[in-house]
């Protein structure tokens, strides 16, 4: 069983940086592929990012390709996401996932909120 509680969402600007946290509970974290989704108002949620156990591959959506940037600390059982030069199409609730297969998400967290203004 993997926790996952997501924080350093909130409000900026266009062209500004955020850089989201998802801590995880349990002593297996570093088994888990970690990934960040986010879903818009009205849309369904679709892949950001994601980041293998040992942290040796990362993968992006060609959207935010560039701009973001995902890592993990295992000692510390967190997952972040850098996000540059944000736009109001960033907008969203982001959620940070963990699975232990590869791209089968089995734990998400709550989600945070990254409102973008133009």
């Known amino acids: 069983q993997v926790q996952l509680v997501e924080s350093g969402g909130g409000l900026v600007q266009a062209g500004g940086s955020l850089r989201l946290s998802c801590a995880a509970s349990?002593?297996?974290?570093?088994?888990?592929?970690m990934g960040w989704f986010r879903q818009a108002p009205g849309k369904e949620r679709e892949f950001v990012a994601a980041v293998r156990s040992s942290g040796g591959s990362t993968y992006y959506a060609d959207s935010v390709k560039g701009r973001f940037s995902v890592s993990r600390d295992n000692a510390k059982n967190t997952v972040y996401l850098l996000m540059n030069s944000l736009k109001p199409e960033d907008t969203a609730v982001y959620y940070c996932?963990?699975?232990?297969?590869?791209?089968?998400?089995?734990?998400w967290g709550q989600g945070t909120q990254v409102t973008v203004s133009s």
């Open positions: 349990g002593r297996t974290f570093s088994s888990y592929d």
């Open positions: 996932a963990a699975a232990f297969a590869f791209g089968a998400y089995d734990y």
